[in-house]
């Protein structure tokens, strides 16, 4: 189980502003995630870091004064990716099950880069869980785009029931996405199958959740 920590300040001590220096953040933030997801939160280690990226311990210290700061830029980093496949898997001009078999492909693939990334940032690696907060950017984009999806795929104006739909349908998603990371299976087709196949029939019911409970 992860550690809950105090709210931090911005990550970054020393904003990048050349090219040399943005591919030298780039580049601690590529090994800071490929140990995180190899060795877990044990062998995350700024020496170990600094080593595979090829840089020196000064300069990794230049940019995140320690290794909390590094884990928590490569968290947002994990999830500007996430947000990144939402903004290009659209909802409209498709059918539910041609819109979801594209968002969990992409997310799926998205995991997939560094397989045990995510489970070390859930059940390993210290965390504020700002991130989560309702208020919080990520979580409104988030939420927002599950709404839309939700609204566009029962063909009508976004409302309360498509906020509670889209919490559910989003839960689904990333519970069976994030499991399967944690048991190694992202790889497997019937994993990405099944999945679509869950999720694919609800988001086609336009039903009136009101309806469903008065009988």
Request: glycine fraction near 6%; include cysteine.
């Amino acid at each position: 189980m992860s550690t809950r920590i105090a709210k931090q300040q911005p990550v970054i001590r020393k904003r990048p502003r050349q090219a040399r220096s943005r591919a030298t953040v780039e580049t601690i933030l590529q090994a800071g995630a490929r140990v995180l997801s190899d060795e877990g939160w044990a062998g995350f280690t700024t020496n170990r870091i600094a080593d595979l990226a090829g840089v020196s311990i000064g300069s990794l210290y230049q940019y995140f004064p320690d290794k909390l700061s590094l884990v928590d830029a490569i968290r947002r980093r994990h999830l500007d990716d996430c947000i990144a496949v939402m903004r290009t898997s659209k909802a409209e001009g498709l059918s539910p099950v041609q819109f979801v078999s594209n968002l969990v492909r992409a997310m799926i693939a998205a995991h997939s880069t560094y397989p045990g990334l995510h489970r070390a940032l859930l059940d390993e690696a210290p965390s504020s869980d700002d991130y989560r907060n309702p208020n919080s950017e990520f979580e409104i984009e988030y939420l927002g785009y599950y709404t839309d999806a939700v609204a566009t795929c029962r063909n009508r104006r976004p409302g309360r029931t498509d906020q509670t739909a889209a919490l559910i349908i989003s839960d689904a998603i990333d519970g069976v996405i994030h499991n399967a990371a944690r048991r190694g299976m992202l790889g497997d087709p019937i994993v990405q199958s099944e999945l679509i196949r869950l999720v694919s029939p609800y988001l086609e019911d336009a039903g009136d959740s009101a309806t469903v409970q008065a009988e």
